[in-house]
């Protein structure tokens, strides 16, 4: 077990200069409590060879160092729920070891890694925290009739000063009406299709050649990201065309060279069979989380009828089709309201 089982106490919520696992570890909060439960499940359940280095990242202060950690050892029990024989870093001939390898009931290898995609803010460590220190102050001291989101450019050498900053905040928010209707922001941040690309591509030929198909799995840090992006992500972006003297001939969509299997002279990356792509997986979406197996139409190795039981989409011909398939919740036996006790 990682996390210990002692009386617990405190139930305030997650500070912003607190690493996860150190809130979890601390919080008195039933859904914690659940977590907790499971994350020891899944280290317990993890080969043995590979424990110490997965509770090393799992209790790190690098958030992620976490979600790469807990992406893994989720990865691992549903790659589980599909073979008995799951292998972690088996060693190949030229001395490489990917992250997974499992046999499939009809004999099928497949070699499987993981990687997270996520947008990058430029922070060092050391600047993320002190504006972590200055958001936990803003959330002890909020006021009392506004809620803020709260955007940051830049990074600070030294801690602001937070007291400086909740004064100034709270003159300005005396002057607004708090019953005055206002239009919602779009919060939402989009994750850029190049992140996912440079995921893919980076794993690509990270091997060499393999005597089996390679799906590379990504975890998507934007829950918003719909299958378009990762539709342009793969196979290119979406242009229209058109003939600039005939106007009589209507516009047409192609695909752009500039996905990670169709490139500038055509496709590429063929040793990648399948590119899994989870939308934020995370401790507390892992009953919802959405996903979908994008299977090359390139690729060298053919790619197992019996993954297909997963959501899907693949080309038949010339036409590309979603299928729906096995939800994250029953591959890993978690009920609807996870990690609420309902569940």
Same mark, same amino acid.
């Given at each position: 077990? $990682?996390f210990?089982?002692?009386?617990?106490?405190d139930?305030?919520a997650?500070?912003?200069?607190?690493?996860?696992?150190?809130?979890?570890?601390?919080?008195?909060?039933?859904?914690?409590?659940?977590?907790?439960t499971? $994350?020891?499940?899944?280290?317990?359940?993890?080969?043995?060879?590979?424990?110490?280095?997965?509770?090393?990242?799992?209790?790190?202060s690098?958030e992620s160092d976490?979600?790469?950690?807990?992406?893994e $050892?989720?990865?691992?029990?549903?790659?589980?729920?599909? =073979?008995?024989?799951?292998?972690?870093?088996?060693?190949?001939?030229?001395?490489?070891?990917?992250?997974?390898?499992?046999?499939l009931?009809?004999?099928t290898?497949?070699?499987?890694?993981?990687?997270?995609a996520?947008?990058?803010?430029?922070?060092?460590?050391s600047?993320?925290?002190?504006?972590e220190t200055?958001l936990?102050y803003l959330?002890?001291?909020? /006021? /009392?009739?506004?809620?803020?989101?709260?955007?940051?450019?830049?990074?600070?050498?030294?801690?602001p000063?937070?007291?400086?900053?909740?004064?100034?905040?709270?003159?300005?928010?005396? =002057?607004?009406?708090?019953d005055a209707?206002?239009a919602?922001?779009?919060?939402?941040q989009?994750?850029?299709?190049?992140?996912?690309?440079?995921?893919?591509?980076s794993?690509?030929?990270k091997?060499?050649?393999l005597?089996?198909?390679?799906?590379?799995?990504? *975890?998507c *840090?934007?829950?918003?990201?719909?299958?378009?992006?990762?539709?342009?992500?793969?196979?290119? *972006?979406?242009?229209?065309?058109?003939?600039?003297?005939r106007?009589?001939?209507?516009?047409?969509l192609?695909?752009?060279?500039?996905?990670?299997?169709?490139?500038?002279?055509g496709?590429?990356?063929?040793?990648v =069979?399948?590119a899994?792509?989870?939308?934020?997986?995370?401790i507390?979406?892992?009953? $919802?989380?959405?996903?979908?197996?994008?299977v *090359?139409?390139? =690729?060298? /190795?053919?790619?197992?009828?019996?993954?297909?039981e997963?959501s /899907?989409?693949?080309i038949?011909?010339?036409?590309?089709?979603?299928y729906?398939?096995?939800?994250?919740?029953?591959?890993?036996?978690?009920?609807?309201d996870?990690?609420?006790?309902?569940?």
């Amino acid at each position: 077990m $990682i996390f210990n089982e002692s009386d617990r106490d405190d139930s305030r919520a997650k500070f912003g200069r607190e690493s996860f696992y150190e809130f979890l570890d601390r919080s008195s909060l039933e859904p914690c409590a659940r977590i907790r439960t499971l $994350i020891n499940d899944l280290v317990a359940n993890y080969p043995a060879s590979d424990k110490a280095d997965v509770v090393g990242r799992l209790k790190s202060s690098d958030e992620s160092d976490f979600r790469s950690a807990l992406f893994e $050892i989720v990865l691992y029990r549903i790659l589980c729920s599909f =073979s008995d024989e799951v292998t972690v870093h088996p060693p190949l001939e030229n001395g490489f070891k990917p992250d997974f390898a499992m046999v499939l009931k009809d004999g099928t290898k497949i070699y499987v890694e993981a990687v997270l995609a996520s947008e990058r803010n430029g922070l060092t460590p050391s600047g993320q925290r002190l504006i972590e220190t200055t958001l936990d102050y803003l959330n002890e001291y909020a /006021h /009392h009739s506004f809620l803020l989101a709260v955007e940051s450019s830049g990074e600070p050498s030294v801690q602001p000063s937070a007291k400086d900053l909740k004064g100034r905040i709270h003159s300005w928010l005396n =002057s607004l009406n708090p019953d005055a209707e206002c239009a919602d922001d779009d919060l939402d941040q989009v994750l850029d299709v190049d992140s996912i690309r440079d995921a893919i591509v980076s794993k690509a030929n990270k091997y060499g050649q393999l005597d089996a198909p390679l799906v590379v799995v990504v *975890n998507c *840090n934007c829950s918003s990201l719909d299958e378009a992006e990762e539709l342009n992500a793969l196979f290119g *972006n979406l242009r229209y065309n058109y003939i600039q003297d005939r106007p009589d001939i209507k516009a047409w969509l192609t695909r752009a060279r500039d996905g990670a299997w169709n490139g500038r002279n055509g496709p590429r990356y063929k040793g990648v =069979s399948a590119a899994w792509i989870f939308r934020d997986l995370q401790i507390y979406s892992l009953s $919802i989380a959405k996903y979908v197996l994008y299977v *090359n139409p390139w =690729s060298r /190795h053919c790619f197992p009828w019996s993954l297909l039981e997963l959501s /899907h989409y693949r080309i038949d011909g010339e036409v590309g089709m979603f299928y729906p398939g096995l939800s994250t919740k029953t591959m890993l036996g978690l009920g609807d309201d996870w990690p609420s006790e309902k569940s």
